[in-house]
């Protein structure tokens, strides 16, 4: 018995008598002799909570997270502020601890919640449908890409260099067992050039704001894509949304995205959730759980799953998708910070973002040899040259306390010193003049090492 | 427009303009213009239509909505192949822990030791629970795990040269199964189940040949029984040179007792908000890790967390006596050739992978065992119970064995004499304060209920259940209406699918939209 | 449709649809057994005017709130008639499954198939 076990001596007695047998092992029966483990798990012995939670701390204090550093990561995933309000609602035993909603009859709480989150997202991305979430930025544009593969048949995706490079990969992954062809379209000068669309392509991928934070031109890409029957996808950061013209306006057919940003901690990546919203057309082509409302039989509003046929659980090998579980927690999070910044607040905070990236923008290419990597309108988000080793530069300021951002070269190696800097409310004007000020030193330091020769 | 009951007001019809419940921080660098930075062809026409709520109104929506939800802290939860087991509560404090979870996923390994130490330590306990020596912790729920199955298949038979059409599931299988098959490029190929409720193995040798690829399998099966014929399963499959795949959903029967690895199979996936006791949150998050066999390995997913060995100086360990203890630096691994690639971005849901070692380093070896045992002794005892007069004539198990974990019973008779459904009882429980069992499924079962105790249920909420369960039948015998049209306590009563199905609604409207 | 019915003058196959045959055209639909089996009828995905539809492979979906039934082509030919109003109110199927609720007109590719389909005695006879 264990703390989280209650079957004492006794019990066990009782229960094994109504089974009639007299020991657990017989309850074992059917496992060969040959396949029973004849040793314990070389696991240890269990620990009590205390121990638990300091071994925990301790790992935990290993790890430098936002807390212990001024940091500018981004590339996908943005150190932003969670409000209290949602630890509250989220630590509730009612959301945090039931299963899908199976039985929506004690599942009302569940379903309004993301029939709830459901229009914040259609709102978001001006597009009429959005199921209940997905699990993260880089699968929803593999699963739109699945959404595309069955609704043309075709055997190629273009997808943009501008795209996060795990959403490429990820799809790469994917469409290698549908027997599907990816092709690259290129960046130039922070922008998609797309190709010849013509013969066999099944979707245009383009990212919103792309990887090298640039506004893309999505109602070109999306008159492109219908001109040559394809579908178009575009994969969206949330937060710009409340100023970008949307995937809706824009005449784009799904948008998807990563949900982080919006309600989410970092967590080392994950959990977070994905949105996935698309035209009418489209709407039994989802992947996901949708919510939908409906009546009780005495007239009382009321929400369920529906359109279930589309799932695996009813059309098994013809299914949608093969997803189940997905992040309907992190969701909720999503829909709660989306009411808690509110139309008002949304747009807001996504000014504040566009000006001190502007700002910061414009800071560091004032340091000698730093210079943007592109001149397109950028958000919350930007791409810089640096004109010396970034490695090295990188640690210098690391140094002084401060993550200047995302290296480019591993993914990008036509921008071997590129530099992702990412904006997020948390980081005020003084921590962007320290950003400023720690790499212009660590800069000037690395070019007269390299000009010494050293 | 109508003016709803309180209680059902969506946020959106909450909302009255100028209300807000966030404020902006000051704007502190100078102001540029709008059309400067964005211009107006790149931007939206109106603002998105979110609520305008103010704090207090927000708690007070979502609390009062939670009221409207039955979750697995307040009752019984006996969904089949779910395990509902409890969620430890330590887990959230540790999870808050700002050095786990305010990590950026892109920070240096040099600067995330703790993080990958922690990644690298649960694959080496979940490889040992599985009887395989690789894993990767990357797919983000079980189908995630199963399409990361279907593609290392993939990937070891292409490396070979060879071209494999098919992969096998049993008539059992869950959902998931089948649709990841498609997804993985493969056509389904179904094997029957057998009288006692086990793989039919003439069956499977008429059905296995070089044209498949895999089968896929869960032991435990969804009928909760063991597959006695597992290894000659396991000669048939890999005499055709074809992988055998396990799905980690029943893995709560047998850990510490019996291990796939050991049963021959060449990749497992864990459901770790299933076994591990990651909350499930209303339909997740979740994760779904794979452990796979030594030729496998070569095509997992790319990054890998690895553990180097490095000395004080970097140099080779030598063999004098009097040596410092090794260094251990944990990393993220990208250069692996031969990888299916990636599933998702970054490294997997790290938060889910903090809660489920907790557990692991809670229960350890001798835990971890007396859950599984604990939980097929509970899954016997309900079963016994239910064989009692009044209940087993109506709901008799689908198979006379003893079960593992969980069992299926079939409501076919009681549709025939008591003229309830599995549906209308499972609609009175809710009346009772508990969650029903998993519904119409496993598919061979007609009626069928699946029910899944879990090991952290006291002996007195099993009789309870028993009780309740006789109850019912009890009332249905006198008058089946009431079942029928259950249920009658809950917030709301049987709810309209087909005209939600038919005309889907499935955002607010809006004026104009 | 409250009660089990199996009109004489329709041919049925014995996955549960039926052909009403005038001539070198027919009309489609599903049995009182099927749409029974189904449940609440809540979408039909209609195929296109002027496909090709070969005898014994599917060529539509119905769809229940819980299941998908795929639904055979009873005999060959070309659709040259989709019953529109199924859009708005699929639950037709199942009030007037040989009535208001047919699926599709043929005009039949060779209509000696008809042979090899059963009457209605036949039909209800593999019913039991």
Known sequence: MTRYTSATDADREEMLAAIGVSSVEELFGDVPESLRLKRELALGDGLSEVEVFEEFRALAARNTSAEDEIGFLGAGMYDHYVPALIDSIMSRSEFLTPYTPYQP??????????????TAISELTGLPVSNASVYEGPSAVAAAGYVAKHANNRQRFVVSRGVHPHSRETLRTHAHAWGMEVVEAPLDHGATVLPDLSGDVSAVIVQQPNFLGAVEDLTTVATAARAAGAVSIAACDPLP?????????????IAVGEGQSLGNRLDFGGPSFGFFAATEALMRRMPGRIAGETRDVDGKRGFVLTLQTREQHIRREKATSNICTAQALNALAGAIYLSWLGRDGIVELAELMLQRTAYARERLTRVAGVTSLHERPVVREFAVEIGAPIGAVIARCREQGVNPGYPLAREYPEHPDGLLVAITERRSRADIDRLADALAAAVVAEREAVGAGT | MIREADDTLTIFERSKAGRRAFVAPALDVPARSLDELLPGELRRSEPPRLPEVSEPEIVRHYNRLSKRNFDLDTGFYPLGSCTMKHNPKLHERIAGLPGHARMHPLQDPTRAQGALELMWRLQ???????????????????SQGELAGVLLTRAYHEDRGERRSKVLTPDTAHGTNPATVTMGGYEVVKVRSDASGNV???????????????????????????????????????????????????????????????????IVHFNLHKSFTQPHGGGGPGAGPVAVAER???????????????????????????????????????????????????QGNYGVFVRSYAYIRSLGAPGLRDASETAVLNANYLLARLRQHGVAEYLPAAYDRLCMHEFVLSGEPMRHQLHIKTLDLAKRLLDHGVHPPTVYFPLIVEEALMVEPTETETKETLDRFADILAHILREAREDPSVAQNAPYTTPVRRLDEAGAARRPVVRQAMNGS | MADPSYPDDLRYHPEHDWARIEGDTATFGITWYAQDALGEVVFFDAPQVGATISKDQAYTEVESVKAVSDVIAPLSGEVTAVNDALADSPETINDDPYGDGWLVRVRLSDPSEADLLMDSTEYQATLE
């Not at chain 1, 949304?241 to 057919?253: H, K, N, Q, S």
């Not at chain 2, 080496?124 to 079980?142: D, K, M, N, R, T």
């Open chain 1, 241 to 253: 949304l409340a100023l970008l013209r949307t995937p809706g306006e824009c005449g784009v057919d």
């Open chain 2, 296 to 346: 496998i390995e070569p095509y997992l997913p790319r990054p890998q967390v690895v553990r180097r060995q490095v000395t004080g100086d970097g140099s080779e360990p030598s063999e004098a006596p009097a040596q410092p203890p090794p260094i251990f630096f944990y990393d993220l691994d990208y250069d692996r050739p031969k990888s299916i690639g990636r599933l998702r971005g970054f």
């Open chain 2, 200 to 266: 039919d193995l003439d069956d499977l040798r008429a059905k296995a040949d070089e044209d498949v690829a895999c089968l896929m399998l869960t032991n435990p099966s969804t009928l909760g029984l063991f597959e006695t014929g597992i290894e000659e399963i396991e000669r048939i499959v890999h005499g055709v040179g074809a992988t055998l795949y396990y799905d980690g959903a029943n893995l709560n029967a047998i850990m510490g007792i019996s291990r796939p690895g050991d049963m021959g199979f060449d």
């Open chain 1, 105 to 118: 009859e004690i599942s009302q709480g569940g379903l309004q919640a993301m029939f709830e989150y459901q």
């Open chain 2, 124 to 142: 080496e306990a979940l490889g040992e629970i599985a009887g395989l020596p690789h894993v990767s912790l990357q797919p983000s729920a079980g």
